[in-house]
């Protein structure tokens, strides 16, 4: 059984650009790498939480045109062996994750995080439970921008809430964890629903309403979407809080 970090990177992230760049590699901080201060890719920090939270493969899922994302990472990190998996026309988030699936064995589990977000605490993943579909849930200020889950006392979700314009929680999803067994029964019900979701959020509810089970963890603090240049500013910002007390990440000035 293996481990993977599902890492969809596949978009084309207009809400920041023109950059000359993947916009997963945006710098943001720096890193030590022996005695050199190195800046840092925006999605190194899922792939250092995906490292914490015990993978051994890490798969991006980049379109033709993002053979940056190759160079950057190349193939290994740490004890990880990397792929890569090409999403030819950036179709959402569940064709994204869907385009991993070749590589991933039914036994084994998988994490999935956004490459293009910085969260806290850095051991999340380590927090969802094992062979089951787990949301890691995160408070944010403005819960309408994304998927918002309700979940019962219980911790089960009953509803994830798409970007909602009023949403009933300020709780998030910010990364999830299932066996690759479920990874697989979600895209067959996707294909049965005509690959019209491309938010997770409403495949979600769809294999709820069939009983399916979801887990909520609520153990996120922090949560930014560097996807904007107000969320750049926080993140740097986050970063710069918690960095005054990490060995080995400072922001740069």
Not at 38 to 54: D, Q, T
Not at 95 to 115: K, N
Not at 120 to 137: D, I, K, Q
Not at 175 to 190: R, V, Y
Request: hydrophobic letters at 40%; aromatic letters at 10%; charged letters at 20%.
């Amino acid at each position: 059984m293996s481990t993977w970090g599902v890492v969809p990177a596949a978009g084309l992230g207009t809400r920041i650009q023109p950059l000359a760049f993947s916009k997963e590699l945006l710098p943001i901080g720096t890193r030590r790498d022996g005695e050199t201060e190195r800046p840092r890719a925006v999605c190194e920090y899922l792939v250092e939480r995906m490292l914490e939270g015990g993978a051994t493969r890490i798969c991006f899922v980049i379109s033709p045109a993002k053979t940056d994302i190759m160079n950057y990472f190349g193939g290994q990190i740490g004890n990880a062996s990397i792929c890569y998996a090409i999403q030819p026309d950036p179709s959402g988030l569940c064709d994204a994750i869907f385009t991993a699936l070749p590589f991933i064995s039914p036994e084994d589990e998988v994490l999935v995080g956004l490459p293009d977000t910085v969260w806290f605490p850095e051991n999340g993943f380590a927090h969802l439970p094992p062979r089951t579909f787990s949301f890691l849930l995160f408070p944010v200020e403005r819960p309408e921008l994304f998927d918002a889950v309700l979940d019962n006392q219980e911790g089960r979700v009953y509803e994830v809430q798409v970007k909602a314009a009023r949403p009933s929680t300020h709780w998030i999803w910010g990364a999830f964890k299932l066996p690759g067994q479920e990874l697989a029964a979600l895209h067959d019900l996707w294909q049965q629903r005509e690959r019209k979701d491309q938010y997770l959020g409403t495949l979600v509810n769809a294999h709820i309403a069939n009983g399916g089970y979801v887990r909520a963890v609520r153990h996120g603090e922090t949560y930014v979407d560097v996807g904007t240049l107000h969320g750049y500013r926080e993140a740097v910002r986050l970063l710069s809080e918690e960095g005054k007390h990490r060995r080995g990440i400072r922001i740069a000035a």
